[in-house]
């Protein structure tokens, strides 16, 4: 995969979309409060065979999806985002649980073209558009990232951005892997981004051997 490939063929349309779509959703969820005078959003839980997944979306894109392990911090962002935000249960919002089990199911490209709004700065969208831009089965290096932005010199930025991603699976900074292939970097644990990886068939089916004992 080279810098040019990726950059013409897919980061371009792909950012086009992810800021149009992102800006529709946060208007309409600005728009639509909870019924007390503020902003409302649908949270859900989804179960996978590697934990407990939390979601929360607006009615037109998922805003944030990550492992229960750390919903604290999820949810800290998700109200610094969106100030006074009411998050109300709704099963399946748009459809998005069902995906992510049909995910889980197999169907590594389930996840495809769902809208996400991440409220990024640009130069993270930037950095998200790419990840959504590396299929499954494939990973890219941090500096191969830094390099399809355009900011050779900016391997810590590009680690920094991904890092902070909101949208875990959706968008897939699971992909990114140190120069030498070594898994480094996701906060729902390794054991997690190496079975994602085998999942999808980039790295070979291998034992947990550093599974947490609970999994939640």
């Not at 990726?6 to 371009?12: D, F, H, L, Q, S």
């Not at 989804?46 to 939390?54: A, F, H, K, Q």
């Not at 997690?192 to 550093?210: F, I, N, Q, V």
Request: charged share 25%; hydrophobic share 35%; net charge positive.
């Amino acid at each position: 995969m080279t810098s040019d490939a990726v950059t013409a063929n897919r980061t371009g349309p792909i950012r086009r979309k992810y800021l149009i779509d992102g800006y529709r959703a946060l208007q309409h969820a600005r728009q639509h409060g909870s019924g007390e005078g503020g902003l409302a959003l649908w949270i859900d839980s989804v179960r996978s065979p590697i934990g407990t997944l939390i979601m929360v979306a607006s009615d037109d894109a998922l805003c944030a999806l990550d492992f229960h392990v750390v919903r604290s911090r999820m949810l800290s962002q998700v109200r610094s985002r969106f100030p006074g935000v009411a998050l109300k249960r709704r099963r399946d919002p748009n459809g998005y649980a069902t995906r992510v089990h049909a995910y889980f199911a197999g169907d590594v490209r389930a996840l495809d073209g769902i809208t996400v709004d991440c409220g990024g700065t640009s130069f993270q969208e930037e950095v998200w558009n790419v990840l959504r831009a590396i299929p499954p089965g494939s990973t890219m290096t941090y500096r191969e990232l830094a390099e399809v932005v355009r900011r050779p010199q900016a391997i810590r930025a590009v680690g920094a951005a991904n890092g902070r991603n909101p949208v875990c699976l959706v968008v897939p900074c699971h992909r990114v892997v140190g120069s030498d292939g070594h898994l480094t970097g996701y906060a729902g644990g390794i054991w997690r981004k190496r079975w994602l990886l085998a999942h999808e068939g980039a790295l070979p089916p291998s034992p947990r051997t550093d599974r947490e004992p609970r999994c939640k």
